[in-house]
DNA sequence: ATGGCCATTTACAATGGA
């Protein structure tokens, strides 16, 4: 099985480049964030031709988010929203059982600066996950931006991100307690020593500098890590027309 | 050395992103 999570910073912008993904990889299933669309606005047509449903959450004109399933996959418990979270009109969670597999596309809150009112909507909403999380019922893979570079080595330069969000000790502490539920983050998992990032600024040249950050996360319950054969991140889509800001992160789950 | 973007909105400036 073939997973990928992309914050594609509005579908109906990058849908040639979600095509293309479609075409060059062939996953079982995707997740979505910032859609940045209506529900009347979300491109299911063409996705639909393309062979995928899209079970999702549109918040309008910011973030939104989706899991594309084949066609003939068997979508069941669509549920929106993740209980607890400060702001749900905002859209950044959605679930779906596919074929079996519980799982969730989430996009969790910026924070913009730590001082502000949306880093705690933030450290709330690292909160409500990490009780999602640990339920009976949780997930089998949680894919998505979680907006936390978990470690120094998962950012371009610990020194240029001193006083920001992403990297304080609030939000790291929140993604250890996500994992400390029986997660394993599937990237760190293969790939151990090897900095990576799954997003750069659209300024500054930061993409060709590397100048990045590695906040997307297949999050996959410990108890399916030994499916796990491959994650790694298709830099590829950030080049080209009209990229995102975030490179698509894959991943590789053996059936059993 | 510094700074450089992009997407959305009953748009033409402001807001959000990270």
């Known amino acids: 099985m073939r997973v990928v999570t992309w914050n594609v910073n509005s579908v109906r912008a990058r849908l040639p480049r979600l095509l293309e993904l479609l075409g060059a990889h062939e996953p ?80 969790v809150p910026n924070g913009r600066e730590p001082a502000s009112p949306t880093f705690a909507d933030k450290l709330v909403f690292l909160e409500a996950m990490r009780e999602r999380l640990a339920a009976d019922d949780a997930p089998d893979l949680v894919a998505g931006d979680l907006n936390v570079a978990r470690d120094d080595a998962d950012v371009w330069d610990a020194e240029a991100f001193v006083g920001a969000t992403h990297v304080t000790g609030e939000e790291r502490e929140r993604l250890a307690a996500l994992l400390d539920t029986g997660y394993l983050d599937a990237y760190r998992r293969l790939h151990p020593d090897e900095p990576q990032f799954t997003w750069w600024d659209y300024r500054a040249g930061a993409f060709p500098r590397n100048h990045g950050m590695r906040i997307d996360y297949h999050l996959l319950a410990e108890r399916h890590g030994r499916r796990l054969t491959a994650c790694g991140i298709d830099r590829d889509f950030r080049k080209g027309p009209k990229p995102s800001d975030h490179a698509p992160l894959l991943a590789e789950l053996d059936a059993s």
């Open 28 to 107: 079982d299933l995707v997740c979505l964030q910032e859609l940045k669309c209506a529900e009347e606005a979300f491109p299911a047509e063409a996705l639909a031709e393309a062979g995928y449903t899209a079970p999702r959450l549109c918040g309008g004109r910011w973030a939104g988010v989706a899991v594309l399933a084949r066609r003939d996959a068997e979508v069941d418990d669509v549920r929106s929203g993740l209980p607890g979270e400060a702001r749900p009109e905002e859209a950044r969670w959605v679930e779906a059982v596919v074929d079996g597999w519980r799982v969730a596309s989430v996009y």
